[in-house]
């Protein structure tokens, strides 16, 4: 027994050691690179700095200002604004898209193709090209008269009609998450259902839409972090215009930081952005159950 006892820990230890070591290197980038900039950040934000002359301390000086700032205040309300609505846009859109690719069908190839042709642009890029698409003058409004409105020079259009970008950007993406997931369900459930006699509806929230609980979490995740990282669509299409109406809180940082020069008031925007992120990608991580990393096909 006790000979075993000594071969089974020496075998846990050839297990452990190794990828611990293996990891190293990823770690001590991920602390350079992020940890460390982090705390750098924090700092920043305790300072007033114009980013050349000299720093001064403050404190919290400019959390102050920033909660009291009606222009950061409403970058706040406005980016929330994003983060729900382009989620409930995308989500049910990937999420039938994704099972509908998942199919059989002759023609599912070709339409996937064509579904996943945003994938291939970058953010600025399409920004460029709604932004001379709507423009009121020559873009489509001028083909169709339906469509002849100024779609970004509007305060009450131009947040709605950069949402309706985002999604048209990214439910790609999200549909390829969806995809693969639906091709991990074991056929011998829904061959098990239709013996039952349920038809297809029946099958999607029975077996399709509880199989897909952790890629629904992982895409929402992405969905509700990523909002609080738009910068590039916002900046290209409208530099949040008309009237901050579109200034979301990572714009408003970009320009208080690199257009007032406000360094110490920008780095504090920069750490609410990041702890909401934080606190949302482990809240949903919690909320999931994810972290117990049970199996969802346990006793199929």
Request: no cysteine.
């Amino acid at each position: 027994m006790a000979q075993n006892a000594q071969k089974l820990g020496a075998v846990s230890r050839r297990r452990t050691g190794p990828s611990a070591w293996l990891a190293a290197p990823a770690l001590l980038f991920f602390g350079l690179f992020a940890i460390v900039p982090m705390f750098g950040v924090l700092y920043f934000s305790l300072v007033s700095w114009d980013g050349m002359g000299e720093m001064k301390w403050t404190g919290f000086g400019n959390w102050e200002e920033v909660f009291s700032d009606d222009t950061s205040l409403n970058a706040m309300r406005l980016t929330l604004i994003i983060m729900v609505v382009t989620w409930l846009i995308q989500t049910p859109l990937s999420l039938l898209l994704g099972v509908f690719m998942a199919g059989k069908q002759r023609y599912r190839a070709l339409m996937s193709v064509l579904y996943f042709l945003p994938l291939l642009f970058s953010s600025a890029a399409i920004g460029i090209g709604f932004k001379a698409m709507l423009d009121p003058s020559f873009g489509i409004g001028a083909a169709i008269p339906f469509l002849s409105q100024d779609w970004l020079g509007s305060e009450e259009l131009a947040l709605w009609t950069i949402m309706f970008v985002i999604s048209w950007t990214f439910v790609p993406f999200h549909s390829l998450l969806y995809q693969a997931g639906v091709r991990q369900i074991p056929i011998s459930m829904y061959e098990a259902a239709k013996v039952d006699g349920a038809g297809a509806v029946r099958q999607f929230f029975s077996i399709t839409l509880p199989q897909l609980k952790y890629t629904i979490i992982t895409s929402s995740t992405l969905m509700l972090v990523g909002a609080l990282t738009y910068f590039d669509l916002f900046f290209v299409m409208t530099q949040g215009g008309p009237v901050n109406a579109t200034r979301i809180l990572p714009l408003d940082m970009y320009l208080t930081g690199f257009r007032s020069f406000q360094m110490g008031k920008a780095s504090a925007i920069a750490v609410i952005l990041i702890v909401v992120g934080l606190a949302l990608s482990l809240g949903l991580n919690r909320m999931s159950g994810a972290s117990k990393m049970e199996s969802q096909m346990e006793g199929v």
